[in-house]
């Protein structure tokens, strides 16, 4: 039998690795071209154009599918300065090698047809049919500062992740290598940049992110957690994003005693995947902010391909059904399945749930 989804992780896989070509050009440039958006997020050039590359490559492939996807044209459609530097990038990145390039659907043809592409990421989502989940940069403000961020590409039908791809320029390529929030200044590419990926009950895999063709990939796992006391969990940089007070109430409750690790974006769960880190927590800080799916989509199949069990602070599995946010969630709880239940608990006393 031929294994399920194998077009659809071969082609999300060399998207990301494209997109994260262009999104490694603007990390290494002093001015990212930053905007800001609507909430008063940032917003990059570098965010526009992975997007614009990675649903080049779905709609040469899957025309009939649908997309959410963060990021929306409207901004560049006023702004011609931003809207040319954006083509510059776009129009220039390319796969170097000619047969994953041709793979891909080759060049986007103009700087409207770029836009368009852009845009075809408003699809409002659901529980019916294939719908692709894209965060072209997750971790803007880590992307910024220098530190991690993640390409995100997951693909679900109905309502169900089946394939999910994190592309993680900035982590170590070698799954050993021990967890630190820090990517040190000056640091090169030299040894960084791995690629996550997960089908549908075929496991988890890791592969060095690379610039043509893919590399050969190998399976991962959580690594299995024999004393509490020793695991480390991370969360995010931004305490806006996840509440680091409670966050640090639970872990001394579950008498961790290794500082938290801080990393920005989907590189998180990436990192739990491979037994680099051990625990995911991402704690509301307020009761209305709803969690989007592409913020999640690929690290929770990744995740659970791996051994672990991800749900929200109540003990549901994310429910990516719901449209464009996870409306039916409150914050993550990732850990390898054999401790989840123990975590949850001390959350949920921590919480008060
Ligand atoms: N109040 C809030 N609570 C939780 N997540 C938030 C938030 N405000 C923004 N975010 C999301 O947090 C993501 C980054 O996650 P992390 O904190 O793990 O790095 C952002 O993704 P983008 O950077 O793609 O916009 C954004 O979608
Ligand atoms: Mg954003
Ligand atoms: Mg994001
Ligand atoms: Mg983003």
Request: some cysteine; aromatic content about 4%.
């Amino acid at each position: 039998m031929t294994s399920l989804y194998t077009k659809e992780l071969e082609v999300a896989q060399l998207a990301v690795q494209r997109a994260a070509r262009l999104t490694k050009r603007v990390f290494h440039e002093k001015a990212k071209g930053t905007v800001s958006k609507d909430d008063k997020s940032p917003v990059t050039i570098g965010d526009f154009g992975a997007q614009a590359l990675i649903i080049a490559a779905l709609q040469h492939h899957f025309p009939g599918d649908e997309i959410v996807a963060e990021e929306e044209a409207a901004q560049l459609r006023e702004d011609k300065a931003l809207r040319e530097q954006i083509w510059e990038l776009v129009s220039t990145t390319k796969l170097d090698d000619v047969v994953a390039e041709r793979f891909l659907g080759g060049a986007i043809e103009s700087e409207e047809a770029m836009l368009e592409l852009i845009d075809k990421g408003g699809s409002q989502g659901g529980g019916r049919g294939r719908i692709w989940a894209i965060d072209p940069i997750d971790g803007t403000k880590g992307f910024l500062r220098g530190g991690q961020y993640a390409v995100c590409l997951g693909l679900m039908v109905d309502g169900d992740v089946k394939v999910g791809v994190l592309g993680c320029p900035n982590l170590p390529v070698d799954d050993a290598a021990p967890l630190t929030a820090d990517i040190g200044s000056n640091a090169t590419d030299e040894g960084r940049g791995v690629i996550f990926s997960a089908v549908v009950g075929q496991g988890a895999t890791s592969r060095p992110l690379g610039t043509g063709a893919l590399a050969e990939g190998k399976n991962i796992s959580m690594k299995p957690i024999t004393e509490m006391s020793s695991a480390t969990f991370c969360e995010s940089v931004e305490s806006g994003h996840s509440n680091q007070s409670d966050s640090a109430r639970i872990a001394e409750k579950l008498n961790i005693t290794n500082p938290s690790v801080r990393m920005d974006s989907q590189a998180k769960y990436g990192s739990i995947a491979r037994g680099a880190g051990d625990i995911y927590l991402r704690l509301p800080t307020s009761k209305t902010y709803q969690e989007k799916i592409w913020d999640h989509a690929a690290g929770d199949l990744i995740v659970r391909e791996a051994g672990g069990q991800v749900t929200d602070t109540t003990g549901s599995r994310l429910d990516f059904s719901k449209g464009r946010t996870l409306a039916a969630n409150k914050g993550v709880v990732a850990a390898p399945a054999a401790v989840h239940g123990q975590v949850i608990k001390v959350v949920q006393e921590v919480l008060g749930l």
